[in-house]
């Protein structure tokens, strides 16, 4: 059972930038496309971003507006969001997630997920 884990986040500043990293254990994360969503409270999960196996295409939530990058090293079993040009709206849990479905934006077509980590942007 492949296990995620969220860090990078924290509190930023309105127009500054973070990277997530989600680091996979207990399996191969090169086996399954990863998702990123973001939910703030009292919200449903947003879809943010979603890359495929290999690396070679990725998707966006309409929210992000070119301000996100998805990437993903899976020598190191690890996948990347680099969130630029940070704005409140952004403020919110984030969370990844694997599974065998490529580009998915549908939060029910991943099979696990981290334990999110927290995003403030402050004004």
């Known amino acids: 059972q492949v296990q995620l884990v969220e860090s990078g986040g924290g509190l930023v500043q309105a127009g500054g930038s973070l990277r997530l990293s989600c680091r996979a254990s207990?399996?191969?994360?090169?086996?399954?496309?990863v998702g990123w969503f973001r939910q703030a409270p009292g919200e449903e999960h947003e879809f943010v971003a979603a890359i495929n196996q290999r690396g070679s295409m990725a998707a966006y939530g309409h929210s992000i507006r070119g301000r996100f990058t998805v990437s993903r090293d899976n020598a190191k079993n690890t996948v990347y969001l680099q969130l630029n040009s940070l704005e409140p709206e952004d403020t919110a849990a984030y969370y990844c997630?694997?599974?065998?479905?490529?580009?998915?934006?549908?939060?029910?077509?991943?099979?696990?997920w981290g334990q999110g980590i927290q995003v403030t942007v402050s004004t």
């Open positions: 997630a694997a599974g065998t479905y490529m580009l998915s934006s549908s939060a029910r077509e991943y099979d696990y």
């Open positions: 207990g399996g191969t994360v090169s086996e399954y496309g």
